[in-house]
């Protein structure tokens, strides 16, 4: 049985880590700091061997490609949400929040990828599931929960970091080209857009050209950071508005 987008269940999914993250926080509402951050390391962790699970799989039954490097933006995000917790670092809890979770979500919303297992109960398509959704969970959780502080400051040093990714994955799937192994490389969707998203058009809008072995595609890395910028502005804006809920005890133990 495979996962048929615009069902009713595929709308249950597209709900369920938004639902998830508002119970786990009222579930932890009198938690302290260290065993939210507990927590939340045992809960990326999990995310982590979702990845790692998948990565094994598509390693031992399809050899070694570009997709099992874990570098594509929603797989980069388990190894980040870790490091967050880990590390405690406003910058990468910004990373995860404005870049990574609006990513996952999409995902959610435009799930070809899943749709196109031919059973959903197949473990990849199992990973897919419970990978995205646990991305976009545990993110929004951490917001909620209080452990997430992103002011100017940090705002403004995770967007040069997102646009340092992003022009760094440009160079990176290029030089990766002239790997036979990696050669579909396609990290951040500097190359070509994730189909069934938005970002296909924005694809047909520009024109693609090479340049040596640099493929390149300027209207449509124009257009792709425009629309980033946008998402990122808007979720912390969302930010701003969720901090009304937050636990602020935990902000401040935190900061201690």
């Given at each position: 049985m495979p996962f048929d987008l615009w069902t009713w269940y595929h709308g249950l999914y597209i709900a369920s880590p938004l639902v998830l993250a508002y119970a786990l926080f009222r579930l932890t509402s009198r938690a302290d700091y260290a065993e939210k951050r507990r927590l939340g390391l045992w809960l990326s962790s999990a995310a982590m061997v979702v990845l790692v699970v998948r990565n094994v799989t598509i390693l031992l039954t399809e050899g070694f490609h570009a997709q099992v490097v874990p570098l594509q933006v929603?797989?980069?995000?388990?190894i980040?949400?870790?490091l967050a917790f880990y590390l405690r670092s406003d910058k990468l809890f910004a990373l995860s929040f404005c870049l990574n979770l609006p990513a996952a979500f999409i995902s959610l919303v435009f799930a070809n990828a899943l749709a196109a297992y031919p059973s959903f109960w197949m473990l990849l398509a199992q990973t897919y599931f419970w990978g995205h959704l646990l991305i976009v969970m545990?993110?929004?959780?951490?917001?909620?929960?209080?452990?997430?502080?992103?002011?100017?400051?940090?705002f403004g040093q995770t967007v040069m970091l997102m646009a340092g990714l992003f022009v760094g994955a440009m160079v990176l799937n290029n030089?990766?080209?002239?790997?036979?192994?990696?050669?579909?490389?396609?990290?951040?969707?500097?190359?070509?857009?994730?189909?069934?998203?938005?970002?296909?058009?924005?694809?047909?809008l520009g024109v693609?050209?090479?340049?040596?072995?640099?493929?390149?595609?300027?209207?449509?890395?124009?257009?792709?950071?425009?629309?980033?910028v946008v998402v990122v502005v808007l979720f912390y804006g969302l930010y701003v508005w969720l901090t009304r809920h937050v636990d602020v005890t935990a902000r401040e133990a935190r900061r201690a």
């Open positions: 929603c797989h980069f995000a388990n980040v949400l870790w545990i993110a929004l959780w951490a917001v909620l929960a209080g452990m997430v502080t992103i002011d100017r400051r940090v030089v990766l080209k002239l790997i036979p192994t990696l050669s579909e490389a396609n990290y951040f969707y500097t190359v070509r857009p994730e189909e069934g998203t938005p970002l296909e058009w924005f694809y047909t693609s050209g090479e340049l040596g072995f640099f493929e390149y595609n300027v209207l449509y890395w124009t257009l792709t950071a425009m629309l980033g």
